[in-house]
């Protein structure tokens, strides 16, 4: 038990350091020491274990809610039997992350549902568990911010706040034409280009990218900038989340 004056006094030392870790674990640290009888120098090991742990957690927490994820998802939460034509190992490479430090793009391509959002959320997941800065944003959301900040004439400066960010997970591109805004995105990935990692989430193949981007000059010079450094997904077959959705009703009905 530790004497209540020499306990103020490591609370007290705890906040000078700004070792919160140690602060909320000491006791149970002395505790765990006496019962094991632990040297002095296995005691000091185990106590900045505590404090290094305890400051990657809220490193962690705070990447995390940084990121805008609309759910965490993780490729163990992927069941790849049900999209077999997925390239698996080359997504389990990914989720090393040495793309992001080579500052290249991974596109996803494929029909709504056949879990490309997961797949782009699991390897941003992945990246956060490297303390990576990762930001999840739709594009619509996107071109709202791009088109606000330029109405306020600071679009340079917006654009200057995601340089921090190591990888921007872009989801959604093809669901509506963008017409004339389809330049302000460009002018964003252009802006990242060979300066930081884009995870791009598409229904359309590429030869249909002019759909959404109308102008044919402005569409070329933009897949020539994301395709220099990329790694290309294509995801087919049947909707991913209307096979979960059988099985689950499935599983219901027997139940």
């Known amino acids: 038990m530790i004497p209540e004056i020499l306990e103020a006094q490591v609370e007290i030392s705890c906040k000078e350091l700004r070792m919160p870790g140690l602060r909320h674990h000491f006791r149970n640290l002395?505790?765990?020491?006496?019962?094991?009888?632990?040297?002095?120098?296995?005691?000091?090991?185990?106590?900045?274990?505590?404090?290094?742990?305890?400051?990657?957690q809220k490193k962690y927490s705070a990447l995390l809610r940084q990121a805008k994820f609309p759910?965490?998802?993780?490729?163990a939460d992927f069941d790849f039997t049900k999209a077999p034509d997925l390239p698996k190992m080359k997504i389990l490479n990914l989720a090393e992350c040495a793309f992001v430090n080579r500052r290249e793009n991974v596109i996803c391509i494929g029909k709504?549902?056949?879990?490309?959002?997961?797949i782009a959320i699991a390897l941003g997941m992945a990246a956060l568990q490297m303390n990576l800065?990762?930001?999840?944003?739709?594009?619509?959301?996107?071109?709202?911010?791009l088109q606000l900040a330029e109405a306020e004439y600071r679009l340079?400066?917006?654009?200057?706040?995601?340089n921090k960010i190591d990888l921007v997970i872009l989801d959604e591109l093809g669901y509506v034409p963008l017409g004339e805004s389809g330049k302000l995105l460009f002018h964003f990935i252009?802006?990242?280009?060979e300066q930081g990692?884009?995870?791009?989430?598409?229904?359309?193949?590429?030869?249909?990218?002019?759909?959404?981007?109308?102008?044919p000059a402005l569409t070329s010079a933009l897949l020539d900038r994301l395709t220099h450094h990329a790694h290309i997904i294509l995801f087919e077959g049947e909707s991913y989340r209307f096979r979960e959705s059988l099985a689950a009703k499935s599983q219901e009905v027997n139940a």
């Open 197 to 215: 990692s884009l995870i791009i989430t598409s229904n359309l193949e590429f030869s249909r990218w002019i759909e959404v981007f109308i102008d």
């Open 112 to 118: 709504a549902g056949t879990g490309k959002s997961h």
């Open 190 to 193: 252009s802006h990242r280009y």
């Open 30 to 56: 002395v505790r765990e020491a006496e019962e094991q009888g632990m040297d002095y120098a296995s005691f000091l090991r185990a106590c900045l274990e505590q404090e290094i742990q305890e400051r990657q």
């Open 133 to 145: 800065r990762v930001r999840f944003i739709s594009v619509m959301q996107l071109l709202q911010e």
């Open 71 to 75: 759910s965490p998802k993780t490729l």
């Open 156 to 162: 340079p400066r917006y654009l200057k706040t995601w």
